[in-house]
Nanobody
Framework: QVHLVESGGGLVQTGESLRLSCKAS????????VGWFRQAPGKEREIVAA????????FYIGPVKGRFTITRDDANQTVYLQMNMLKPEDTAVYYC???????????????????WGQGTQVFVSS
């Protein structure tokens, strides 16, 4: 079992930055891919970024490429999402998630994500 807790959300203005943290407990996440997802009001949840075991691969959706950076610190069981140049369309609840399945080399965004945090709200004002 993996327990995930997100933090770092908040209210910022367009162009500002936030760093989200995802702290894991229980099972070690070093052997797992980890993803960040978001869900905006009235929209479906979408994957934003994902990072493989040992940081071999990273994935980003198009709208955040060049602005967001996902990193991991396995010693501290934490995964980060650095978000720069934020835009109003980035407003959403952000979730981190991990698969039950150990990372065996698949692209990290292609795993089924089974463990979820409670989410942290990001609001970007124009």
């Amino acid at each position: 079992q993996v327990h995930l807790v997100e933090s770092g959300g908040g209210l910022v203005q367009t162009g500002e930055s936030l760093r989200l943290s995802c702290k894991a407990s229980g099972r070690t996440i070093s052997a797992l891919a980890v993803g960040w997802f978001r869900q905006a009001p009235g929209k479906e949840r979408e994957i934003v970024a994902a990072i493989s075991r040992r940081d071999i691969k990273r994935f980003y959706i198009g709208p955040v490429k060049g602005r967001f950076t996902i990193t991991r610190d396995d010693a501290n069981q934490t995964v980060y999402l650095q978000m720069n140049m934020l835009k109003p369309e980035d407003t959403a609840v952000y979730y981190c998630a991990a698969p039950f399945q150990r990372d065996y080399g698949r692209d990290p965004e292609r795993y089924e994500y089974n463990y979820w945090g409670q989410g942290t709200q990001v609001f970007v004002s124009s």
